[in-house]
C-alpha cells in the first residue's frame, strides 16, 4: 500500500481543498523561500523541517503538520533547536521519551559540533515521529519518521565513537539497501538484482523483521509525474521481493515524489542517485 493522500479531517481543510489560495498560512510561505546558509546543527534541522513542511503541505495534505515543521524550520533558520516536543505537547510513548533522552545525550558528548549534519536531521525526524505519533493515522509515516531518526542517530552515533566519544546506549538495528531507477521508469537499473537477493535473503532470516519501501524521484519531471513514478517503483520493489519470498505480511510501501532527494539538485535535473527505492529492514516495533 502507498500513502497517496491524508484523509480530511475538518469542514475548514476541505474548504482549502478547494480553494487553496484562500488558506495559503504566512508560516507555510515563508519556510518556502527560507535562505538556509552554513552547515551548523541549525541549519541542518531548518533544511530538514523544510522538507518535511513541503512533504506534509503537498503531499499529505496536512496543513497542521505543515505549519508546525514551517515553524521549526524559521526557528532553526534563527539558531533556535529545541530538546524536546514542540509546545505543550506530552510525549504518551515511552519509545519516543527514550529516544529524546538518547538524543539529548548525544548532544551533551557534544554531537552539535562533532556531526552536525546528522545530528540536526536526527532532531528534525525525531519531532516529525512525535508529531505523527500523536496523531495517529499514518501507520507508515510514523514509520518514516521513526526509521530516519533511527539512521541519523546511528550516524551520530558513529561520529562521536570516531571522536572518543561513544554513546553508551544503542539505537534499534536497521539495514538499508538501495535501488536506483532509468530516466522515467518503474523498472530496476542494472545491477538491482543482486540487492534484491540480498535484502530479501535478510529478511527471510527472521520474520518478524519488517520491511518499508521508500519510492524517489529526481526534479526532472513534473511534481505530479515523480509522484507517481516513486510509488510505482516502491510497489515494483516489494512485487520483486516477494517473487523472492519475502513475506507479503511483512512489506509496506510509500511514495515520497521528489521530496526527498538523496543530492539536492536544482528543479528540472536529472539524478541517478535520486530516482531510487530505499529498501529499510528492521525490528517490528522500530518500523
Known sequence: MSIRTKSIKTGAAAGCLLAVAACANPEIEAAKTLDIKGGDVSAEAAREYKRLAHFEDKEM???????AFSEKAIAAANGLVGTG???DRIVRDAEIAAAY???NHMRALGADRIAPKATGQAIARLDCWAEQADEGDQPLHIGFCRDGFAEYASETAEALKAAGRPVAVATPALKTFKVTFPLGSSMPAVGANDVLDAAADY??????LRIVLGGHADKS??????QYLSEARA???ANMLRARGVSPSQISTIGFG???????TPD???SDENRRVEIVIGPGRVL
Open 235 to 237: 510497489d515494483r520493489v
Open 101 to 103: 533522552r538518547y538524543l
Open 203 to 208: 529478511a527471510k532470516s527472521d520474520r518478524k
Open 85 to 87: 516536543p514542540s509546545g
Open 221 to 226: 519531471g513534473s511534481a505530479k509525474r515523480n
Open 268 to 270: 528540472g535535473q536529472k
Open 61 to 67: 495534505w496536512d496543513k497542521a503538520s505543515a505549519i
Open 258 to 264: 521528489e521530496t526527498y532527494p538523496s543530492v539536492v
